[in-house]
């Protein structure tokens, strides 16, 4: 069973800046994809980014540019650094993993932007 905990949401400025984090933990295979999806009441959870094992990278096309995904230097560790954050960006973050063809959640984090 695996386990994702995330971290780094919060109300910011249009404008702004926001880092989320999120560990996993539990039985993972070594070769696996993390990522990154939101979700606005009402809407379905999309894809905001992912990044491999590899460390090869995957964004939507309304985050290029301003968000970036990395690793951490602990083991199944990722980032979500979000610059020139919009209003439209408001969602609950959820970090996903993928491994061995399972897919496991966290429990999601909000992010609020103001105009």
């Known amino acids: 069973q695996v386990q994702l905990v995330e971290s780094g949401g919060g109300l910011v400025q249009a404008g702004g800046s926001l880092r989320l984090s999120c560990a996993a933990s539990g039985s993972i295979f070594r070769t696996n994809v993390m990522g990154w999806y939101r979700q606005v009441p009402g809407n379905q959870r999309e894809l905001v980014a992912i990044?491999?094992?590899?460390?090869?990278?995957s964004y939507a096309d309304s985050v290029k540019g301003r968000f970036t995904i990395s690793r951490g230097n602990a083991e199944n560790t990722v980032y979500l650094q979000m610059n020139s954050l919009k209003p439209e960006d408001t969602a609950v973050y959820y970090c996903?993993?993928?491994?061995?063809?399972?897919?496991?959640w966290g429990q999601g984090t909000q992010v609020t932007v103001s105009s």
């Open positions: 996903t993993l993928v491994s061995l063809g399972k897919s496991s």
């Open positions: 990044i491999t094992s590899g460390g090869t990278t």
